[in-house]
């Protein structure tokens, strides 16, 4: 039996160059060898994301406050060069939801050259954090900071739809805060348009209905144009992108730098590090989350230096923003990707569909786009995520609410830096509370008498079953560790059929490090690897059980040798 210690690992690899850091996945993969099946996996995988990522990049750049082909230049070049670059192999780069609130910020404030501005010095931050191999700091991230972060995200863009999907008409400019937007929207609560109203209600049933009945089906893009035709066959009076906007241009502007000064610098400075510090976090997070789904794992720096380029080159085209997105990462995996060349395709395809299709563009209710994106916010919103860390203690519920509510009420990057320094103070809080001072313990062992009897004999199979692997974890296991240990459990596939997790040395779990362990045994459970958790004290199986690091997932045993007792009782059982 192979055992391992995870804090004092038996051969140490050797440290990776600067140039094996920084290599694009897609060299990778086309040194694997890069055949013509892999080619029509990746075009297929490709052509669902476009077909995803069109309605969506349209939706953002309108909720934005800027005109929707910017959200389709930023798929285009942005996405391009996050597939080309990056150090993930299935990350789908472009417009996402969750800069919605700062860029709509930053264009009110400063103009759209000005957030042109903000978004290439964004892209030098990132390439400087990326150069710096800071990227690796960035996931000391706890769990609970990641979920209320996204869930405030969420409300936040629900709350900046709702004059889209009601068709309200305000008597002044939207306010930007929560409760002076709720004020102004119930003070035009009487100007509801039924037709706009009308047009987002079948949007989302549309969606949601595709969802479930045709889950292959790209259901927003489909649901856009039911929209739209119900729109133009009926005549509706609901605005739509070419009333606005007057359509979209059919092809890309070319390349130019905004206006640039040193006043200027100054002034969009706190927007770029807004950008930059939020696109390190959210590219990040897509990359963790496709590492999950394919057992892959992702050169964090090399990615953040994509993301650099990627939002220089964006916002000298006109685009906004650019970032890894996870739904769209998502389903870029779920498609069935090789790897990085179906981004590219994506955004090739996005490029062919904008020069074919600009003029059906016109005929898009923006109503039809405000529904688009509450099915988005409805799924950035995790739930479940948001209801187990409510329950497994009060110090991670804490964190959670006063990242949440801080999200919501006052700022995305404040949110950010009071739910780390909680979640600090709350790993403080519990290493105190690990110390245990034990009576007359002394600091070398007596030499103690042979025993004997059955349940003191050797068992020659523990040194020799290959099946099976044991690894121990020493330590408190929180969320600066969760990183490290994540990449050790990634490989408890390899050639094993049981795994046995020792948890005796560790003093307690946060539900960072609850998050990884239950990640890697749905990993476990695909692979058909036996899973089982030794030692863990009361506290600590608590913690994993409330965040479903359970049955059948999981088995628990007192100790090592229990354990083995467990696989020894289901061999014989087969």
């Known amino acids: 039996m192979d055992r391992r210690a995870i804090h004092q690992p038996a051969q ?14 897609l060299v990778t993969v086309l040194r694997e ?33 800027v005109t929707p082909e910017r959200g389709l ?25 969750a800069f919605i609130v700062l860029v709509a910020a930053t264009v009110a404030r400063v103009g759209v050259d000005g957030l042109l501005l903000a978004t290439m010095m ?34 936040t863009i629900v709350s900046g739809q709702i004059v889209e999907l009601f068709g309200l008409k305000l008597a002044g400019k939207e306010p930007g805060p929560l409760v002076p937007k709720l004020m102004a929207l119930s003070e035009a609560a009487g100007t509801i348009n039924l037709a706009a109203t009308s047009v987002a209600v079948l949007t989302i049933v549309a969606i949601v209905l595709m969802k479930r009945w045709r889950p292959k089906w790209p259901a927003m893009l489909i649901a856009i144009g039911l929209a739209s035709l119900v729109v133009a066959l009926f005549s509706l009076p609901a605005e739509t992108i070419g009333t606005r906007f007057g359509g979209i241009p059919r092809s890309l502007q070319m390349p130019a ?81 090789h790897g990085p060349v179906s981004g590219m395709i ?40 948001f209801a187990t860390l409510l329950r497994a203690s009060r110090g991670d519920a804490l964190v959670l609410m006063a990242t949440f509510l801080i999200v919501v009420f006052r700022d995305l990057t404040e949110g950010i830096v009071v739910g780390f320094a909680l979640g600090s103070i709350l790993f403080i809080d519990r290493m105190a509370k690990s110390i245990a001072v034990e009576p007359d313990q002394r600091l070398v062992q007596d030499d103690v008498a042979d025993q004997t009897g059955a349940a003191n004999a050797y068992d020659s199979s523990e040194a020799s079953d290959t099946d099976t692997v044991v690894y121990r974890i020493s330590g408190a296991f929180f969320f600066g560790a969760a990183s490290t240990v994540a990449t050790v459990l990634d490989r408890i596939a390899d050639q094993r059929k049981n795994f046995i997790l020792d948890c005796s040395a560790v003093p307690f779990f946060d ?8 990640g890697a045994a749905h990993k476990a459970r695909r692979a058909g690897v036996r899973f089982i958790i030794s030692g863990a004290s009361p506290q600590a199986r608590r913690m994993l059980i409330n965040h479903g690091v359970k049955r059948p997932l999981v088995t628990y045993a007192a100790s090592i040798r229990d354990a083995r007792a467990q696989l020894e009782g289901k061999r014989k059982m087969d």
Not at 13 to 25: M, N, R, V
């Open 346 to 385: 994506h955004s090739v395809l996005l490029l062919a569909l904008m020069l074919v299709a600009a003029p059906l563009a016109s005929y898009i209710p923006l109503a039809a786009l405000a529904g688009v994106l509450a099915v988005v916010c409805w799924n950035m919103f995790e739930k479940q995520a």
């Open 257 to 337: 730098f905004p206006p640039i000064s040193f006043d200027k610098v100054i002034d969009v400075l706190p927007d770029a590090i807004a950008f930059a510090l939020l696109g390190a976090i959210e590219s990040l997070l897509s990359a963790v989350v496709a590492d999950g789904m394919t057992g892959r794992r992702h050169r964090s720096n090399c990615e953040l230096v994509a993301q650099g380029f990627a939002n220089i080159a964006s916002a000298l085209f006109g685009g906004i923003c650019t970032t890894g997105t996870i739904a769209r990462t998502a389903t870029n995996v779920r498609a069935g990707a």
């Open 122 to 155: 964004a892209g030098i931050f990132l390439l400087a954090i990326g150069y710096l191999r800071l990227g690796t700091y960035i996931k000391f991230i706890p769990y609970p900071v990641t979920v209320g972060f996204t869930a405030g995200i969420a409300i």
């Open 73 to 97: 230049y930023t798929s285009i070049i942005g996405g391009f060069l996050v597939s080309a670059l990056g150090g993930s192999r299935f990350q789908i780069g472009g417009p996402a939801g």
């Open 33 to 65: 060898g890069y055949t013509a099946e892999h080619f029509k996996a990746d075009a297929i995988a490709g052509l669902t994301v476009a077909i995803v990522a069109l309605p969506l990049s349209m939706a953002i750049a309108v909720a934005s406050g």
């Open 12 to 25: 140490r690899p050797a440290k990776p160059t600067f140039s094996e850091l920084f290599t694009p996945k």
């Open 511 to 518: 539900s960072t490090a609850a998050n990884v362990i239950e």
